[in-house]
């Protein structure tokens, strides 16, 4: 969708648009409201500083609607169908990997009480286990805030992926 697009749809039109990709009230008020943006580039930096700092009851509150890694969403949501997009490059037919990832996944719950979010996009399944093994050694202050810069990283490509500038802009 184009900038301008954007910028003119209603407000609980403009709403509906950014909750896929960051599912916190506050943070799609903020950029809602804070329409109309003269570029992409400002939209993101505003969207950057709405995600900063995102409160603990925010985080926990927005991984509800993640899946697990190597867990594609069925549903058919513009949110699942990001996740699938974002988790293309975790290859289910690699049985030793995918095997490890949800083992990982698993001890990542039972030790953080939370599903194990990582930005996958961009990522090999390889890469994200690895990521999973190391963070796995982590205490959970230094985790909740690779999860909460997780999330605003996610928005950011989400958000990116969703409104361009278009011809006119």
């Given at each position: 969708?184009?900038?301008?697009?954007?910028?003119?749809?209603?407000?609980?039109?403009?709403?509906?648009?950014?909750?896929?990709?960051?599912?916190?009230?506050?943070?799609?008020?903020?950029?809602?409201?804070?329409?109309?943006?003269?570029?992409?580039?400002?939209?993101?930096?505003?969207?950057?500083?709405?995600?900063?700092?995102?409160?603990?009851?925010?985080?926990?509150?927005?991984?509800?609607?993640?899946?697990?890694i190597g867990e594609r969403p069925k549903a058919q949501?513009?949110?699942?169908?990001?996740?699938?997009?974002?988790?293309?490059?975790?290859?289910?037919?690699?049985?030793?990997?995918?095997?490890?990832?949800?083992?990982?996944?698993?001890?990542?719950?039972?030790?953080?009480?939370?599903?194990?979010?990582?930005?996958?996009?961009?990522?090999?399944?390889?890469?994200?286990?690895?990521?999973?093994?190391?963070?796995?050694?982590?205490?959970?202050?230094?985790?909740?805030?690779?999860?909460?810069?997780?999330?605003?990283?996610?928005?950011?490509?989400?958000?990116?992926?969703?409104?361009s500038e278009g011809a006119n802009a």
């Amino acid at each position: 969708m184009e900038l301008a697009v954007f910028n003119s749809v209603d407000r609980d039109e403009a709403i509906k648009l950014l909750t896929p990709c960051l599912d916190i009230d506050r943070w799609v008020e903020t950029i809602a409201d804070a329409r109309p943006f003269n570029s992409v580039d400002e939209l993101l930096e505003q969207a950057s500083k709405a995600a900063e700092p995102l409160t603990p009851a925010e985080v926990e509150s927005a991984l509800a609607h993640h899946p697990r890694i190597g867990e594609r969403p069925k549903a058919q949501t513009t949110e699942a169908a990001m996740s699938r997009s974002e988790q293309s490059g975790v290859d289910p037919a690699d049985q030793t990997v995918a095997s490890a990832l949800a083992e990982g996944n698993l001890a990542y719950e039972e030790k953080f009480g939370r599903v194990f979010l990582i930005r996958a996009a961009g990522r090999s399944a390889r890469e994200i286990l690895d990521s999973l093994q190391e963070r796995l050694t982590h205490t959970p202050a230094e985790e909740d805030k690779i999860v909460a810069e997780q999330l605003r990283e996610i928005a950011l490509l989400r958000l990116s992926g969703l409104v361009s500038e278009g011809a006119n802009a």
